[in-house]
């Protein structure tokens, strides 16, 4: 039985992390650390929220004292760490945050690992501490270039990433120096239910229900290597049973898509979804509109981002070999998956999408 402390288990990838673990291993303990920025929200957690084996935190990582005692009175032996700012256009506009959450956050939690594992009166054997980092530490491909490997060499160009590239040497000099059981997961773009809709694929089907424009930065031809976000959770899970220790996994879906044809493909999903179901068309009026248009008319070309990395793909023939890792939804599915969650939770996304996020989502477009 393990005890699960889970940083920015309110986030996307941590809440779907929180809901795949407590499904398939529910004498566990899970306790969720999150600061509920922007990014959070505790009705990612409704369905777990009042089991007895859940606690949920309010609080920062950045807090090493409230860390350590979460780790002491909690008996937690595995730390997973999702907590980060994670959107490459706010790391544009804003890196202070990420400089903060991504490098100083992951240092306390690193400070507070070791404090209560290794300096205590006795080694905490078995301890794992889990960084969940991305494929954008590796910087960016071009067409013809072979899928980034775990030797492929750190190149970030983005303040996100740079302060993701940052925190993974921290977390590797921590085993390194003083012998902290780490394993690191870099993985490619997720995309599923809890997605916040700044990101591409729910900014997509939010806007096309709104009948708003969909923005393509630049011409659109970037790639992204996208995976069914509980092929994430479940790839950890295997590095957390059977990962080598000090090691890095890659963790990928081997399905690259350019932005545009991604965006595409939702806009015709959006609308098979309303010729199949009328009552569709009465709850988003404005979206029928553009529906009976043609959805696609929506596509709007913009500024291209700072410095955008043309290409992300995955190797993970690592992943694959040492752990038998292979992702269990196929992009149709997920992607369909995804579209009906977000017509069948439009609660979620209207309550996510409050004052602060518009106000943001208005800077931006005022800036440009
Ligand atoms: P997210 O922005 O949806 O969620 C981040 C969560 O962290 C939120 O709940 C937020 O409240 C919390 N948080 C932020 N700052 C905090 C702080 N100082 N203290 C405590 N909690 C804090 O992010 P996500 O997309 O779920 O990403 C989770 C992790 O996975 C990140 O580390 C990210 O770098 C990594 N990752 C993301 C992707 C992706 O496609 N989204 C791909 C690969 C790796
Ligand atoms: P995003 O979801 O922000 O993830 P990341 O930048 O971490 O890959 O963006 C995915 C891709 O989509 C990226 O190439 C930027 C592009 N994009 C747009 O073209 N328009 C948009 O409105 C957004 C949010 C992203």
């Known amino acids: 039985?393990?005890?699960?402390?889970?940083?920015?288990?309110?986030?996307?990838?941590?809440?779907?992390?929180?809901?795949?673990?407590?499904?398939?291993?529910?004498?566990?303990?899970?306790?969720?650390?999150?600061?509920?920025?922007?990014?959070?929200?505790?009705?990612?957690?409704?369905?777990?929220?009042?089991?007895?084996?859940?606690?949920?935190?309010?609080?920062?990582?950045?807090?090493?004292?409230?860390?350590?005692?979460?780790?002491?009175?909690?008996?937690?032996?595995?730390?997973?760490?999702?907590?980060?700012?994670?959107?490459?256009?706010?790391?544009?506009?804003?890196?202070?945050?990420?400089?903060?959450?991504?490098?100083?956050?992951?240092?306390?939690?690193?400070?507070?690992?070791?404090?209560?594992?290794?300096?205590?009166?006795?080694?905490?054997?078995?301890?794992?501490?889990?960084?969940?980092?991305?494929?954008?530490?590796?910087?960016?491909?071009?067409?013809t270039d072979p899928a980034f490997t775990e030797d492929t060499a750190y190149a970030p160009n983005s303040p996100y990433s740079a302060s993701?590239?940052?925190?993974?040497?921290?977390?590797?000099?921590?085993?390194?120096?003083?012998?902290?059981?780490?394993?690191?997961?870099?993985?490619?773009?997720?995309?599923?239910?809890?997605?916040?809709?700044?990101?591409l694929i729910p900014l997509v089907v939010t806007n096309i229900l709104h009948n708003k424009a969909l923005p393509i930065y630049g011409d659109g031809q970037q790639i992204r290597d996208w995976l069914y976000v509980e092929d994430h959770a479940y790839g950890i899970d295997l590095v957390l049973q059977n990962g080598r220790v000090g090691e890095n996994y890659n963790i990928g879906g081997d399905n690259e898509w350019a932005n545009i044809d991604i965006v595409k493909t939702i806009s015709k999903l959006v609308e098979q979804e309303f010729i199949k179901n009328k009552a569709l068309a009465t709850r988003f009026p404005n979206a029928k509109a553009a529906i009976e248009q043609n959805t696609e008319s929506l596509i709007t070309y913009v500024k291209d981002r700072p410095g955008h990395d043309r290409r992300y793909a995955i190797d993970a023939t690592k992943t694959n070999n040492e752990l038998g890792y292979q992702p269990k939804e196929s992009f149709e599915t997920g992607i369909a998956k995804t579209v009906a969650w977000y017509l069948d939770n439009e609660s979620w996304w209207q309550s996510v999408m409050d004052g602060s996020y518009q106000n943001w989502i208005a800077e931006q477009y005022s800036s440009t």
Not at 165 to 194: E, I, K, M, Q, W
């Open 1 to 143: 039985m393990k005890k699960l402390l889970v940083t920015g288990g309110a986030g996307f990838i941590g809440a779907n992390f929180v809901h795949y673990w407590m499904a398939k291993y529910p004498a566990d303990k899970v306790v969720v650390l999150d600061a509920l920025t922007y990014a959070g929200n505790m009705a990612n957690l409704d369905s777990v929220k009042d089991e007895g084996n859940f606690t949920f935190v309010h609080g920062n990582i950045c807090d090493q004292a409230l860390v350590e005692a979460l780790l002491i009175e909690q008996g937690i032996d595995t730390l997973v760490h999702f907590a980060a700012e994670s959107h490459v256009d706010r790391s544009i506009t804003g890196p202070d945050a990420f400089i903060e959450t991504n490098i100083m956050g992951t240092y306390s939690l690193l400070k507070a690992a070791k404090k209560v594992w290794l300096d205590g009166k006795s080694i905490l054997e078995g301890h794992r501490f889990h960084h969940v980092s991305t494929d954008e530490v590796y910087g960016t491909l071009l067409a």
């Open 164 to 199: 993701k590239a940052a925190s993974d040497h921290l977390v590797r000099a921590y085993h390194h120096t003083y012998g902290l059981n780490v394993t690191t997961s870099n993985c490619s773009n997720n995309y599923g239910p809890f997605h916040f809709p700044e990101k």
